[in-house]
């Protein structure tokens, strides 16, 4: 059957968001400060510099490895990690968005860190721990599972559309984790003992296709931001 040759996966680099939910984690607010609504949070400048690496490694591709489409979440800092990684390629490919690819929706959590959600909402805090964070969803938001779902969409649709073709999709960390559990045929207990190991921006993930599937060749690399 015709399918992907192969999928590579990176997250965003660095946000202003990253650095202001650890500010206000490390200070133990119940809000993060983020101004912006989660779409239009840019990159910090160091998460330009970690982009503009990872566009280094894409340009070290070798020809038959390089992407044939890339597809980004509509989210700002997605975007722009596409668009200063690809400045560094010496090829051009086309790229479209996809938002499927966006980020999980926090729903009412939006803007609050941990402590935040648990002294504003209590008992949806012992409900997400009594849930389980993979089918747990936040008022008016989205959980674990809601995201295999649209991923199986966007991955099926790639599957016969882009037979053979090398696609490179710039995303968030929930999207890289989740994609581990869609195309590899994970549990809920193998993918959430995975998610304890933070996914680092701009770190590249990638899975070839071998016979009947894609097959994991590296998850969760930096190494390239040395």
Known sequence: MDTLDWLILTRHGE???NVAYRAAYERGA???GILERDADIPLSEAGRVQAAGLGRW?????????????????????????RIALEQAPYAVPVRVDERLRDRDQGVFEGLTS???????????????????FYYR???????????????????DLHEQEPGGRVLA???????????????????PEILEIEKTPI????????RHDGGRLCPIIYNDISHLA
């Open 200 to 207: 680092g921006n701009c770190s590249v993930s990638r899975w």
């Open 15 to 17: 946000s202003t968001g």
């Open 30 to 32: 119940e809000e993060t």
């Open 138 to 156: 936040p008022p008016g938001g989205e959980s674990w599972a809601d995201l295999a779902l649209r991923l199986r969409s966007l991955y099926r």
């Open 58 to 82: 894409l340009a070290a591709l070798p020809e038959g490895e390089r992407p044939t489409l890339v597809l980004t979440s509509p989210f700002l800092r997605a975007a722009e990690t596409a």
């Open 170 to 188: 710039v995303a968030h960390d929930a999207i890289v984790v989740m994609t581990r559990y869609v195309v590899e045929g994970l549990s809920e």
């Open 115 to 133: 402590f935040g959600i648990r002294a504003r909402f209590p008992e949806e805090y012992t409900r997400k721990r009594r849930i389980g964070k």
